[in-house]
């Protein structure tokens, strides 16, 4: 691992900490450890009006390059805001998608319309993206989208016909991209195009699915003759596996360095949950303890390794491959001892209207972790093919 933390990153730290504890007070004080997986629809508004503070402030687009408005901070920076923003127990990023996923993709691959039609708001924390991939026949099998892109000459727009699933949050979000078929006669990775839309418009509807945590923070889309510009394409084409894949490539950014902080605060309640309960003096439950005690530093160090400029070199590409298999059946199983430690008060399920504990909340979404960005069985055929070289099963 290279990375290594200077007297003015330390500094840099000292200043994060310093507008955290500035900021992240007054009516933003109760936003603490909301909007995580399992709770995205809490406090929306506030958390819109958070990521807007962040961004007035200069707290967003921190690897963006400076012509694009980012601040181009380093590594080291952005792990160090990262893991003191979780530190704090800051709120689940809503602006998350734009500004991780979807303004890397166009800071690399867009052209200057899209820079300069879509960047500015992401920045500013005031447009919320959404990903529109899956269908109810491509989730695992992404390949077999059937969303079709048609080019109207006359009128100059793309129009989009299908329907999209599991798109999370569509509900709050301002855009979705998609990925649709512009060749109607292709098959699989070839023919495929990946556009930007504006969701405020007749020809889309959104319809919330109820999870089993109790929330909706996933929908069904449905794109019924949806319109973007010629120009609302990203590459050309045919190309949309390609610029789709690149997109996937951000989800190991810095921000994972957060997710590792988020999973170590709801292992310190876990952690009180069973000294209070006394379940804590049980060997079991402290055996199960420690080694998630262990994992956690695992997975830190091993984000570590695979940000530090390393990423290149064969071995940590693999280690990358393990990477979301590791966090994903992790934090599985922190949900599973987390409602575990409650003891008999762990299985009470409160009346319709109350709403579960947090205990409860992770134990049911976390089963989701296994699913998307990939899901375990996915993750495993592709560590076995492009890690270790076994042959395709058919
Ligand atoms: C909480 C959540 C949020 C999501 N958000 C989004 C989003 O915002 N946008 C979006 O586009 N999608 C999203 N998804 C969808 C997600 O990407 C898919 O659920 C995922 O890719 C799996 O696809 P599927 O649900 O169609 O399951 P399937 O692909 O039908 O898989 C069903 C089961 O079969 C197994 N399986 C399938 N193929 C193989 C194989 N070749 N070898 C071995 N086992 C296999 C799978 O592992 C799984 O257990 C989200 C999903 C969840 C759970």
Request: aromatic share 10%; proline share 5%; charged share 20%.
């Amino acid at each position: 691992m290279k990375l290594a933390f200077s007297a003015a990153d330390e500094a840099f730290r000292d200043t994060i900490q310093q507008w955290l504890g500035a900021h992240f007070v007054g009516p933003y004080a109760e936003l603490r450890y909301r909007g995580y997986p399992g709770d995205e629809d809490a406090f929306v508004p506030q958390r819109k009006a958070w990521e807007q503070l962040l961004a007035r402030e200069g707290w967003t687009g921190l690897s963006w390059p400076k012509h694009h408005g980012g601040q181009a901070l380093t590594l080291e920076q952005q792990v160090l805001f990262y893991e003191e923003y979780a530190r704090v127990g800051g709120p689940g990023r809503l602006g998350h998608i734009g500004e991780g996923l979807v303004a890397p993709t166009l800071i690399d691959l867009g052209t200057p319309y899209h820079h300069e039609r879509y960047l500015p708001s992401i920045l500013a924390g005031q447009a919320l993206w959404c990903q529109g991939y899956s269908e109810p026949n491509a989730g695992s099998d992404l390949a077999n989208i059937q969303t079709k892109a048609e080019f109207d000459p006359v009128r100059q727009r793309w129009r989009l016909t299908g329907q999209k699933v599991w798109t999370s949050l569509a509900h709050h979000s301002d855009y979705i991209f998609v990925l649709a078929r512009t060749d109607r006669h292709s098959t699989r990775h070839q023919g495929l195009g990946f556009f930007l839309l504006d969701l405020d418009q007749p020809n889309i509807h959104i319809q919330p699915i109820k999870q089993m945590a109790g929330t909706a923070e996933f929908n069904e889309v449905f794109l019924d003759g949806a319109e973007c510009n010629a120009a609302d394409i990203v590459g050309e084409p045919g190309q949309g596996w390609s610029v789709a894949m690149a997109l996937l490539g951000y989800e190991r950014g810095v921000s994972t360095l957060g997710q590792q902080m988020q999973f170590s605060n709801e292992f310190a309640q876990l952690v009180a949950a069973a000294q209070a309960s006394k379940r804590a003096e049980e060997p079991v439950i402290r055996q199960r303890i420690g080694r998630l005690a262990a994992q956690l530093d695992i997975m830190r160090n091993s984000a570590l390794r695979m940000l530090s400029g390393l990423a290149n070199h064969a071995e940590l590409s693999r280690a990358a491959l393990v990477f979301k298999l590791y966090w994903a059946t992790l934090h599985r199983d922190l949900g599973e001892l987390a409602v575990d430690v409650l003891g008999v008060d762990g299985l009470q399920v409160p009346s319709q209207d109350e709403p579960l504990s947090p205990a409860q909340r992770l134990f049911l979404f976390t089963r989701a972790d296994t699913i998307y960005a990939g899901t375990n069985e996915i993750q495993r055929n592709i560590i076995a093919q492009r890690g270790l070289g076994m042959p395709k099963m058919r």
